[in-house]
């Protein structure tokens, strides 16, 4: 593992530290690339689109996370540790704690703000952890589920 800021996770109980299963992250990578699509499809409403990506964004966060040997019940986490799973700049992890802050407020609250401009750099962003995720996984000897 020897990543030390993952570690001190573990140690204050945000982490649990558990060997990286090669399925369970194909399998979220398969649903994420599949929410992605589905996240472009300008026919669907913003709140539609906005949960795909966000989920989207989530389950890659999560495999990247599984691939370096840990989990967190902790969706927010998840996107707090993308610096040191996938090495992801700390700007794009602002936008997508923005994102899981406004998926909060829709899930709990019922209240959705529509922002196509967010909704825009949500993608992007998903793009680029896309990118970052294909990468990782090539270095742990397997690829991105086809259609990818």
């Known amino acids: 593992?020897?990543?030390?800021?993952?570690?001190?996770?573990?140690?204050?109980?945000?982490?649990?530290?558990?060997p990286?299963?090669?399925?369970?992250?194909?399998?979220?990578?398969?649903?994420?690339?599949?929410?992605?699509?589905?996240?472009?499809?300008?026919?669907?409403?913003?709140?539609?689109?906005?949960?795909?990506?966000?989920?989207?964004?989530?389950?890659m966060a999560l495999s990247a996370l599984r691939l370096k040997g840990y989990r967190s019940d902790r969706r927010y986490l998840v996107f707090q540790c993308l610096p040191h799973t996938l090495n992801l700049d700390k700007v794009r992890v602002r936008l997508f704690a923005l994102c899981h802050e406004r998926r909060n407020l829709a899930e709990y609250e019922g209240y959705m703000?529509?922002?196509?401009?967010l909704l825009a750099e949500l993608l992007t962003s998903?793009?680029?952890?896309?990118?970052?995720?294909?990468?990782?996984?090539?270095?742990?000897?397997?690829?991105?589920?086809?259609g990818a």
């Open 1 to 18: 593992m020897g990543n030390e800021p993952l570690a001190n996770l573990v140690r204050t109980g945000g982490l649990k530290a558990e």
């Open 20 to 59: 990286a299963d090669k399925n369970e992250c194909i399998g979220l990578v398969r649903s994420a690339l599949d929410r992605l699509l589905d996240a472009h499809n300008s026919a669907l409403s913003y709140a539609s689109r906005f949960d795909l990506a966000y989920n989207a964004a989530h389950a």
């Open 113 to 117: 703000d529509i922002d196509d401009a």
């Open 126 to 146: 998903t793009e680029a952890l896309r990118g970052l995720l294909a990468s990782e996984m090539a270095a742990h000897g397997f690829s991105l589920p086809s």
